[in-house]
Every structure is written in structure tokens, then in C-alpha cells.
């Protein structure tokens, strides 16, 4: 069975330090891997996707995540974080074979950055 | 460009009523879905569609039906609003799963049954 852990419920971080929001997945086949950040009252926002390729993918507002499959995971890292950054982030998960995209989330991870 | 569109943004209902969140997407996709999302739980989907015609149960399907006679529109209905319904509902669409394509998510439903 798919499955997608946030081992932390909140990550707590000043402005202009790095941030790492951590993410690790279980799939039986290879996975294809997603970021989304909801703000308060909002819907869910489409950060950055591994698919294939290179480990390292860039995605909005400065965010980058590293998928690293010997330790599946898949942590959302950002060099300097911002005040505006502060928001519900949810990793998610879905077999790259399915027949369908049924996303499997995280629990969500709440960043707070303060100034 | 609007997307996926939820109506409405906020609702009450007294339980035991029925209601039909609407949903409508504008980007040709063929997959739609709907999740719901709860504290501590992240998202949990309810039931999804791959194209007109075509619909399947996701994780928690009971209490509610949906429908999908368009590419447009995916409606969910809950049949008999019970406080357990109390709940954020997010709709989303995406193209066919290829390629890891992206789901995109609509602004919410803020639901309470009392």
C-alpha cells in the first residue's frame, strides 16, 4: 500500500535561514512525487513534482526538493526562508504505473518563519 | 484563467439534509476527483472520475454519490448530511495519469453539519 509520512507537524524557522520540510514515502513501484502549500482559507497550491530525471527538482516561489530513492525521501528545501513562506505544506505521493492519479498525502506540515 | 472552480466557498447544514457541492474545471481534463481534508489527516479522497460516464470510489466514499455527465463538471452530493461530514472538500482535476500529470486543486468548501 502507498503511503506518504511528515514526521513533523511543525517546523519552526527564522527568516533568511535555510528550511527543510521532510517527507518519506512508501510505494511498491517507482514513485512520482508532489509538493503543494495551502495558506489559510485556501486551496491546495502546486509547488514542484518529481517524475524522472535529475534528484534535484526546482519548483515556485524559490523551493526545491531532493528525491532520494536508497532512503525514499523526498524533503522540500529552501536556501532562505521568508515570513510569506508560513503555510500548511503536504507531500504527496502516487505509483508512476497507476491507472489512475490518485494522490496519497501527508498529513501536512505547518512552517512557521519568524521575522 | 479559472481553473477549478468550487461553490459554494462556505455552508451550514442541519443533519439529515441533503446538499450538492458543485465543481467545475475549464482545462479540458479528463480526471476529476474530490477529497476531503481533517485535521491531522491530511487529504483522504472520496471518489474520482477518469472521464464522462466514468466514475469510482476513492478511500471514504460513504454518505456521498457523484455524477460526472460532462468533462466540465463533477458534482459530489452528500445524501443525508450527518456532523461527521463537517469537513473541508477540495475538488481537483488533472490530465490522464501519464507523464505524472499534475492535479490541480480548486479553493474549498468549508462544510459544517450540526
Known amino acids: 500500500a502507498q503511503s506518504v509520512a511528515q514526521p513533523e507537524d511543525q517546523v519552526n524557522v527564522a527568516e533568511g535561514n535555510p528550511l527543510t520540510v521532510k517527507c518519506t514515502y512508501s510505494v511498491s513501484g517507482n514513485p512520482y512525487l508532489f509538493w503543494y502549500v495551502q495558506y489559510p482559507n485556501r486551496g491546495l497550491q502546486f509547488l514542484l513534482k518529481?517524475?524522472?530525471?535529475?534528484?534535484l527538482v526546482k519548483g515556485s516561489y524559490g523551493f526545491e526538493a531532493e528525491f532520494n530513492k536508497s532512503q525514499t525521501s523526498f524533503h522540500l528545501k529552501k536556501p532562505s526562508a521568508l515570513v510569506s513562506d508560513s503555510a500548511l505544506y503536504f507531500c504527496a505521493v502516487r505509483e508512476a504505473s497507476g491507472a489512475t492519479n490518485k494522490l496519497i498525502f501527508g498529513t501536512g506540515t505547518l512552517l512557521a518563519v519568524q521575522p | 484563467n479559472a481553473g477549478v472552480t468550487q461553490t459554494p466557498k462556505f455552508q451550514v447544514l442541519k443533519t439529515g439534509q441533503s446538499m450538492t457541492l458543485q465543481c467545475a474545471q475549464d482545462m479540458n481534463h479528463e480526471y476529476m476527483s474530490w477529497y476531503r481534508q481533517d485535521p491531522g489527516m491530511g487529504l483522504r479522497l472520496i471518489h474520482y472520475s477518469v472521464g464522462a460516464g466514468i466514475t469510482d470510489q476513492g478511500e471514504v466514499p460513504n454518505g456521498y454519490n457523484v455524477s460526472r455527465s460532462t468533462t466540465e463538471d463533477f458534482p459530489l452530493r452528500l445524501l443525508s448530511a450527518a456532523p461527521s461530514q463537517t469537513s473541508v472538500y477540495f475538488c481537483?482535476?488533472?490530465?490522464?495519469?501519464?507523464?505524472?500529470?499534475?492535479?490541480?486543486f480548486g479553493e474549498g468548501s468549508w462544510l459544517t453539519v450540526v
Open positions: 481537483a482535476s488533472s490530465g490522464l495519469p501519464r507523464s505524472g500529470n499534475t492535479i490541480y
Open positions: 518529481y517524475i524522472t530525471g535529475d534528484n
